[in-house]
């Protein structure tokens, strides 16, 4: 079913860009594989017993920036405020980490008492990046300055990111794997009204090899959806991103998973809707 952006609660925003990616290159690839696998989908999800794709769901024009991160970021920014404006629910679908800053930054200005979570396999909060501020491991430093930051699923830092993470915010994979009950830890130290950051990297490479930078150890799929199930019953999900696909042309399962993470996640928030 196709839905035109007038009647459209939820409007994906496609960002293919890949730029400032420091090892395998091919986010720029993931919005339209994400697309192409979304309608195989099936629209009844049978976990919430609901259809989120009756509230209306519209794919506008990828936004193209090459020129440099601070013009993406910038255009990002402008777009996602363009869309709350007109109290729509924003899904931005990269392309690499960058793309989530100007994401972050129009949340920060349009909602009060919101805070980030960053489901993610690295903190990336290098205050700089092989010349850019804007670095896809840049991405949680720069959001930090616009809100507060709860990061799951880490597994890989360098040392020089010590000094500006927060260990109390931060629930490492290890941890995570030993006791459960910190989901529940991580979800107390965020605010009323959350957005989402999803690096596909958090999953384990056995369920997500496609991404730019795979990290052993991962969560599973049921353990982080259900845990973002949580979040979407307990505080007010106003947002997210989905980032970082790099899709094989011999393995479509990842953009496939991609999809249906999006797809899942808008199940739980819109099943039990609070956003205002």
Request: proline content about 6%; aromatic content about 10%; some cysteine.
């Amino acid at each position: 079913m196709v839905y035109d952006y007038a009647v459209s609660r939820i409007i994906i925003v496609p960002v293919p860009y890949d730029e400032t990616s420091t090892w395998i290159k091919g986010a720029d690839k993931g919005p339209e594989a994400i697309m192409e696998a979304s309608v195989n989908l099936e629209f009844y999800d049978v976990e919430t017993g609901s259809e989120a794709h009756l509230k209306g769901i519209h794919t506008i024009e990828p936004i193209n920036i090459l020129s440099s991160p601070e013009e993406l970021v910038k255009a990002v920014h402008d777009k996602v405020l363009e869309i709350l404006a007109v109290h729509k629910f924003p899904v931005i679908v990269g392309g690499n980490h960058t793309v989530s800053i100007g994401s972050i930054k129009a949340f920060s200005e349009y909602y009060d008492n919101i805070s980030v979570l960053q489901l993610d396999a690295h903190t990336d909060l290098r205050q700089e990046y092989e010349g850019s501020v804007f670095n896809h491991a840049c991405a949680m430093a720069r959001a930090r300055e616009f809100a507060p930051l709860v990061q799951a699923g880490i597994r890989s830092m360098a040392s020089e990111e010590i000094p500006y993470a927060d260990m109390d915010k931060i629930f490492f994979a290890h941890m995570l794997y030993r006791d459960k009950s910190l989901y529940p830890a991580a979800i107390e130290r965020l605010t009323k009204n959350v957005y989402i950051t999803i690096d596909l990297d958090v999953f384990d490479p056995s369920l997500m090899p496609s991404t730019g930078t795979p990290e052993p150890g991962g969560p599973d799929y049921y353990e982080i959806m259900h845990f973002l199930k949580e979040v979407a019953v307990k505080r007010n999900v106003v947002g997210f991103d989905v980032v970082e696909l790099c899709p094989s042309p011999v393995n479509k399962a990842p953009d496939f998973v991609a999809a249906k993470i999006i797809y899942q996640l808008l199940s739980y928030i819109f099943s039990s809707e609070k956003i205002h």
